[in-house]
C-alpha cells in the first residue's frame, strides 16, 4: 500500500504563487507515473497533471503553463510549482500513484483569494 502525504498549501492571492510537495512511501517511487488531483466543493475530483520514470510531463488544459510537475527520485517526492494562481484554482490538492489508483493521502488546501 503506497503512503502519501502532502504539504504546503494555504491561503494565496491571485497571481501568486505555491509550491506543494508530496513524500511517497510503500513503492519503488522511480518505477510509477506519479500525478496531482484537485477537487473543489461540490465537484469531483479532477487530474491536473502527471510525471512519468522518465521525467516526461503532462497537463491538463486548466494549469498548462501555470503549473510545474517534478519529481525527486532520491528523496520520494512529487512537487507542483503553481504560479499566476487564479481564485478557481481553489481546492484540495491530492498526489497519487497513478499504478494505486485507490489509495489517496489526505490532501492540502488551495486557497486563491483576495
Known amino acids: 500500500q503506497v503512503h502519501l502525504v502532502e504539504s504546503g498549501g494555504g491561503l494565496v492571492q491571485p497571481g501568486g504563487s505555491l509550491r506543494l510537495s508530496c513524500a511517497v512511501s510503500?513503492?519503488?517511487?522511480?518505477?510509477?507515473?506519479m500525478g496531482w488531483y484537485r477537487q473543489s466543493t461540490g465537484k469531483q475530483r479532477e487530474w491536473v497533471a502527471r510525471?512519468?520514470?522518465?521525467?516526461?510531463?503532462n497537463y491538463a488544459n486548466a494549469v498548462k503553463g501555470r503549473f510545474t510537475i517534478s519529481r525527486d527520485n532520491a528523496k520520494n517526492t512529487v512537487s507542483l510549482q503553481m504560479t499566476s494562481l487564479k481564485p478557481e484554482d481553489t481546492a484540495v490538492y491530492y498526489c497519487?500513484?497513478?499504478?494505486?489508483?485507490?489509495?489517496w493521502g489526505q490532501g492540502t488546501q488551495v486557497t486563491v483569494s483576495s
Open positions: 497519487s500513484s497513478l499504478g494505486h489508483p485507490n489509495d
Open positions: 510503500g513503492i519503488t517511487f522511480s518505477s510509477f507515473t
Open positions: 510525471v512519468f520514470p522518465s521525467g516526461t510531463t
